[in-house]
């Protein structure tokens, strides 16, 4: 690990000077590489995709993530040619400005340096992550779920063959190849060679890093999102806003998990909306208030405000105004998405205001909380943390900046 | 603790959308309380300083850090009353754009929330942190050290009774009253109610924060900092700089703690700098090269490259060219400020371009890394971390951003 990680640091001191046509020209050199080796890839991917089939840990869901296809493979190389398409964030000068003695003082984006990534048994993760390290400038130390053990050492032998022939160290690409849950620690300890560490999981390995890790984390978060339906709405927008929220795809962070409704449209809104429901194959529970509405209502327990179901499954409330639903919000929200729908332009603004999470919406669905949903290009994760990067994060969040100070002479009095 | 930390959140969500006008007018409060209660604050902080003399850690400059006077109680309310003039960060909506879709996606300032501050006995930063977290819409828990106790608790009174007198909630600004030790252990941990933990004092204590801490900690460090002087340089600028990067305060981060000196114009640059610099009382300690151009040179030992005197001492040392010039600071450097002399254009780019650290100059002498030099206005310390903010700390380092998204009713495909 410490060899690695060495040499990891050793790529991103090159890297960072690099300009952008040749990180470009290595993106475009593994794009390619990913599809004239698709067939060792694949065959690496089946060995994994047996072990998984003969293990207790097996589920088809599981299995149709770990799982890679022809398809998903030109879906990696062509999301890498879209990061050759987004601007480089090295070297952007942020602010630049001139002080009264002379000094010209401004701040310039460079790369953190080494980014070490722990996460699940999804090798895209591997190429997406690889890709927007390099064109960022960073070295990537890549720690995947062993069940993806194989499909990540095929995958990462053509990310450093190609870094090769593009003339750059293939230490920008590191892959810890121990399945061993030590090598977690080690990564977490590792202040000397990692600059900053993102895990991606379930909530026990972020807890995990977070208590133990002494190399700064971005924390990437549940998402337990709410939508907001206010006194004053359009009913028909509120509806199609609900309901892709919860089934356009319920099994992501940006799903939304509790529908709040104003008291004064709950007669109005609440039948409909759960009608339209049902028919997706959506469970609602709801509040005491809520099951008056419709008979497929189940009693929803405090338990269900806190739930991030990732599933067809919803928690409805009536609530008495405005402060109610942002109260419940900030009480039992993750700090990641969170909806209103309203016609007023005081609640709106109120809203935005008072709400504390990553992205707050007005009249819109909180499924668009995404990278390329944002116009970011690609993202490493949702930071659902305050420091440092919050919401998708894109090349930027994959940067820091540093002061340059042009003088002649100066001294200080 | 938990009492308190539960209190600083409350007041953190009213502080949070309170407007400038009234932040800085409980500023400006403050400011005027502190000058009339004058008279009581001397006499608490003459109780510490009676302790100190009593004490085994008593030295002078201790004693001088800890002692207040009218002038210095002035001072801290001017500092208070520059803040006022400063912009307030929140609210800056900092981007906003339109999607096809017709989403306005933007990014605004908020603040952070709760911002914990563990220091040494500086009555003045309890002021100082204070006013920079009220600006900034934070609320701030205070935690001195135990030497200050009594300073910090009449200094804290005033402020919260000024907070109360502008109809702000008092708890905007909390002090930890107990100087156990394991106080600091449970704000580390004190994930539920700290949104940011900034240690301040010496390694050791900043090596347990970012050891134990599993609250997101951003680290104020040491500055070993360097000199190159280049081979193609002004040589009476050259000496100006070093004179002052190690004379004009050498017991602060910012101040030069080692010289390198390009071979070619050590014989014609250094008896005469180590003469100016001996003349100020500088002790001098020099590799094997160095100690051929003045008698007053003592060796330096492979220990000396990576201290950070803080003192009338500096580290010289002669290098072939600018890479090793590089590699050394790359090597001894704490990534803190970092300068360059030299007339040459390519050697300044290539020196900026390839030193890691929060402030990188050129011809100019590394003691401006200050917010109030660099334009900031008042600074809460020098990040020497890469993630969320690095170099000074003003105002906006104590802001995170959050996403708005203005809809029409968009939903996601």
Known sequence: MQRKGKAAKNAAAVLANVNSLIKDKALSLIADSLESNEEEILKANEI????????????????????????????????????????????????MWRRPNGLQIGQVRVPLG??????????NVTVDAAGLALKSGNAVVLRGSSE???????????????????????????????TERSVVQELMKANDYIDVLIPRGGPSLIRAVIEN???????????????????????????????????????????????????????????NVITALVKEGVEVR??????????????????????????????????????EAIKHINKFGTKHSEAIVTDNY????????????????????????????FGLGAELGISTQKIHARGPMGLEALTTQKYIVYGEGQIRQ
């Open 114 to 123: 080494v980014v070490a990534i722990v996460y699940e048994a999804r090798p």
């Open 346 to 373: 005081h609640t709106a603004i109120y809203f935005v205001d008072n709400i504390d999470a990553a992205a707050v919406y007005v009249n819109a669905s909180t499924r668009f909380t995404d990278g390329a949903e």
């Open 48 to 95: 994994d995709l047996k072990h998984l089939e003969q293990s207790e840990g097996y589920s088809k869901a599981f299995h149709d993530r770990l799982m890679l296809t022809p398809e998903r493979i030109k879906g990696m190389a062509d999301g890498l040619r879209e990061i050759v398409d987004l601007a480089d964030p090295v070297g952007e000068v942020t602010k």
């Open 148 to 178: 993806a053990i194989n499909s990540n050492k095929a995958l990462v032998k053509v990310i450093r063959t190609s870094l090769e022939e593009a003339a750059l160290p293939a230490d920008a690409a590191v892959l810890i190849e121990s």
């Open 213 to 271: 890790s002494t190399v700064p984390v971005i924390q990437t978060g549940a998402g337990n999102c709410h939508t907001y339906v206010d006194c004053q709405a359009d009913l028909k927008m509120a509806e199609a806003i609900a309901v892709n929220a919860k089934v356009q795809r319920p099994g992501v962070c940006n799903a939304m998990e509790t529908l709040l409704v104003h008291e004064d449209i709950a007669a109005a809104f609440l039948p």
């Open 286 to 323: 709801g509040c005491t208030e809520t099951q008056k509405y419709h008979t497929a209502v189940k009693p929803a327990s405090e338990e269900d405000w806190a739930t991030e179901y990732l599933d067809l499954v919803l928690a409805v409330k009536v609530v008495k105004n405005l402060e």
